[in-house]
């Protein structure tokens, strides 16, 4: 059992529809990280969320980390064929622990 | 800027053998990372390093060793390869712990 866990595991929508993936863990974490990884390559961050309820907005992807900062969601506005990736949540614990989920494969069709 | 840059890219071993992968970044980060990547499984921590000279263990560190002589190289060490080895790995530098990743664009290891 994966300490967090994203869903949905794939989606494939069309350009311009929006979406939202989700992290949801039932530990407690002390920061949340969003990253993007394309084929072939390491991921990249996107986002890191530190404080219960914060929201944080790049471009047309916005991150809000849950209220009791066990969960998080990526909210993404007319999603667009350069979006497509897997997108990975990170979760930092207190006992110098990061712990990474299985990621959300989007695929955006033009 | 180069980053952080990993050595060789694919790989082919047979069971048994033995490898070095290499990872250098140029950012000057005290904290360095080997994660692999499984499907289904995420990234899961192998060995990370806090700085020059230190080492210490992550969630799946039997059957690797790691190494951190210099500030820039984290070095990752198979001495001898299983078919539960096949993987990608990847490594990952910080400026501190838990915060800031930079990943290389990782290593494809298929252990026959």
């Known amino acids: 059992t994966q300490l967090l866990e994203q869903s949905p595991q794939f989606l494939s929508i069309q350009e311009g529809e929006n979406l939202t993936v989700y992290c949801n863990s039932s530990?407690?974490?002390?920061?949340l990280q969003w990253y993007r990884q394309e084929p072939g390559e390491g991921p990249v961050l996107l986002v890191t969320?530190?404080?219960?309820?914060e929201v944080k907005k790049l471009k047309r992807l916005t991150f809000q980390f849950g209220d009791a900062r066990k969960d998080s969601s990526l909210h993404i506005t007319a999603a667009q064929p350069g979006d497509t990736g897997l997108y990975l949540c990170a979760g930092a614990r207190n006992n110098n622990d990061m712990r990474f989920g299985a990621g959300t494969r989007l695929t955006v069709k033009p | 800027n180069a980053g952080v840059t990993q050595t060789p890219k694919f790989r082919v071993l047979k069971t048994g053998q033995s490898m070095t992968l290499l990872c250098a970044q140029d950012m000057n980060h005290e904290y360095m990372y080997w994660y692999r990547q499984d499907p289904g499984m995420g990234l899961r921590l192998i060995h990370y390093s806090v700085g020059e000279g230190t080492t210490a263990k992550g969630e799946v560190p039997d059957g690797y060793n790691v190494s951190r002589l210099k500030k820039q190289n984290f070095l990752l060490g198979l001495e001898s390869a299983a078919p539960s080895q096949t993987s990608v790995y990847f490594c990952a530098s910080s400026p501190v712990r838990l915060y800031g990743y930079t990943f290389g664009s990782g290593t494809r290891l298929t252990v026959v």
């Open positions: 969320v530190v404080t219960g309820g």
């Open positions: 530990s407690v974490f002390s920061s």
